[in-house]
């Protein structure tokens, strides 16, 4: 790996199809603009049509011959979910990349359609079920596949509480999110594990993360707490300590693209204490790489949702 990989070096795309969700803002919009660049049909999975409209429209004027679908997918209800997968099975016989990017943080408890704590919710459960009902997809496709799992730095901080995962009797923000990105990687990591155990090694499953980059994410949080201080205090952490957006999405990138990545990998910053800099490998704590955790956590994932994987 370059010291100094970019955008620029993501190899060719063309001919492939890939899913980017929340791709209308922040690391999910830079992805899809650096991936049409370079020739990908990138289907642009959003909550908000309006917002994806007005994000498709800004890629196109960077990426004069940018090829985008916009389709509409909301993590936080499995009908939504369901309704996509049926939508992208109708529409496209191959899945080259999945990019499980969308994502919400240390937002008030809230709750998704199905009930589940939004973050949880939203940042596994509703990328779980999207992971599964598109395997066979990507399963299907005459190429070596990826599904690409955002976490974050934050998932060192991370516990799995299996008493009370929705955290219904006792609810912090910021635990209730390290304990969502926790669960991104032992789930990222046990489904290269079985994919490995059924001999599929067409499909890899890695994890990575963005270190500190200035994104919507951190202002949302505030917003929906009606915390006008807050949010100028995440502002101004943004303009002094992040990356930008576009460096923040080149671990996502280089996950979905790299020729060196291998299944069950985990990429991020290279940098300052993991927060900034090129893409390379990472390490993840302890936790993630608990398979007795894992095993369970795939479990109720599968209880929760409905969706089963077969693997």
């Given amino acids: 790996m370059s010291s100094q990989w970019t955008a620029d070096d993501v190899p060719d795309c063309s001919g492939k ?31 908000s049509p309006e917002r994806g409209r007005e994000a498709a429209h800004a890629v196109q004027d960077a990426v004069a011959d940018a090829d985008l679908t916009l389709a509409k997918l909301d993590l936080a209800d499995l ?55 598109l395997l066979d997809r990507l399963r299907e496709t005459e190429a070596e596949t990826r599904v690409v799992t955002q976490s974050s730095g934050i998932h060192q901080n991370g516990e799995m509480d299996f008493s009370d995962p929705m955290a219904e009797h006792s609810y912090d923000k910021w635990a209730a999110y390290a304990q969502s990105k926790l669960a991104n990687l032992l789930f990222a990591y046990e489904l290269q594990r079985r994919l490995e155990r059924v001999g599929e090694g067409g499909v890899l ?16 949080g505030p917003e929906m707490a009606g915390s006008f201080v807050r949010k100028l205090g995440m502002g101004l952490a ?74």
């Fill in 17 to 47: 199809t890939v899913v980017v969700t929340g791709a209308n803002s922040g690391l999910g919009y830079e992805a899809t603009k650096a991936l049409a660049a370079k020739g990908a049909h990138v289907v642009m999975a959003v909550r």
């Fill in 79 to 133: 009908d939504s979910v369901r309704r996509f997968s049926e939508w992208f099975h109708d529409t496209f016989d191959e899945l080259h990349v999945l990019a499980n990017n969308a994502g919400v943080m240390a937002i008030p408890r809230r709750e998704t359609e199905q009930g589940f704590e939004m973050q949880f919710g939203v940042n596994h459960l509703g990328h779980f079920a999207l992971t599964g009902l």
């Fill in 205 to 220: 499953s890695v994890g990575c993360h963005p270190g500190y980059a200035a994104t919507n994410l951190q202002r949302r």
């Fill in 238 to 311: 943004n303009r002094v300590f992040a990356q930008s957006a576009e460096m923040g999405a080149l671990p996502m990138l280089y996950a979905a693209t790299a020729d060196d990545v291998r299944g069950g990998s985990y990429i991020g910053p290279t940098g300052l204490f993991g927060m900034r800099g090129s893409p390379g490998t990472a390490a993840s704590s302890e936790a993630s790489h608990d398979e007795d955790d894992a095993h369970r956590l795939w479990e109720l994932s599968e209880d929760l949702t409905g969706v089963t994987y077969g693997i």
